[in-house]
T-cell receptor, first 113, second 112 residues
Framework: SQTIHQWPATLVQPVGSPLSLECTVE??????LYWYRQAAGRGLQLLFY??????ISSEVPQNLSASRPQDRQFILSSKKLLLSDSGFYLC????????????FGPGTRLTVL | KQEVTQIPAALSVPEGENLVLNCSFT??????LQWFRQDPGKGLTSLLL?????REQTSGRLNASLDKSSGRSTLYIAASQPGDSATYLC???????????FGKGTMLLVSP
């Protein structure tokens, strides 16, 4: 069966510091991968998605970036965090076949102070 | 642009009640619809996935229906339990290769 991992689970960072969040998927190949942010009262916001290694689509202009160095690895990064980057970051995957659902990881709680 | 609305935003019921959560979407040309559950501080758990050609899906005490023409889906929870307390989100996909559009969720509290 497929599993999705995210780390770290929680993170507290000062404003202006760099960020690296990692997501890995097991038990499948060629998944579509997604990064979402969930802020209080604002619902789920899609940040990036990837249909293959090195292929990244950005949904929202911001100081975050994403990379996919391996088939089942998705990384969310920032060079300098802002207070507004605080939130709950969720990674998700879906199969390459059309019609499948999306499946989410446990999330990373990021607090920027 | 597809928009997804969930009503009510919050719901509180006593244990044992049957309840219905509503989801509406503005563009009826969807590919599929997915219901999720989210516990506080946790990720999303997929509950049910309904393809556009289907009218309903069932899993245990959960039943989800889809009416594409009216742009609506309902999640029916039978004999609710305190363990059902969570936020329930619906999301639609408009094509086989598109991303999901989420509603803001319904926060459910089931009291013992």
């Amino acid at each position: 069966s497929q599993t999705i991992h995210q780390w770290p689970a929680t993170l507290v960072q000062p404003v202006g510091s760099p960020l690296s969040l990692e997501c890995t998927v097991e038990g499948t190949s060629n998944p579509n991968l997604y990064w979402y942010r969930q802020a209080a009262g604002r619902g789920l916001q899609l940040l990036f998605y990837s249909v293959g290694i090195g292929q990244i689509s950005s949904e929202v202009p911001q100081n975050l970036s994403a990379s996919r160095p391996q088939d089942r690895q998705f990384i969310l990064s920032s060079k300098k965090l802002l207070l507004s980057d605080s939130g709950f970051y969720l990674c998700a995957w879906s199969g390459g076949l059309a019609g499948g659902g999306q499946f989410f990881g446990p999330g990373t709680r990021l607090t920027v102070l | 642009k597809q928009e997804v609305t969930q009503i009510p935003a919050a719901l509180s019921v006593p244990e044992g009640e049957n309840l219905v959560l509503n989801c509406s979407f503005t563009d009826s040309a969807i590919y599929n619809l997915q219901w999720f559950r989210q516990d506080p501080g946790k990720g999303l758990t997929s509950l049910l996935l309904i393809q556009s050609s289907q009218r309903e899906q069932t899993s245990g005490r959960l039943n989800a229906s889809l009416d594409k023409s009216s742009g609506r889906s309902t999640l029916y929870i039978a004999a609710s339990q305190p363990g059902d307390s969570a936020t329930y989100l619906c999301a639609v996909r408009i094509s086989g290769y598109s991303t999901l559009t989420f509603g803001k969720g319904t926060m459910l509290l089931v009291s013992p």
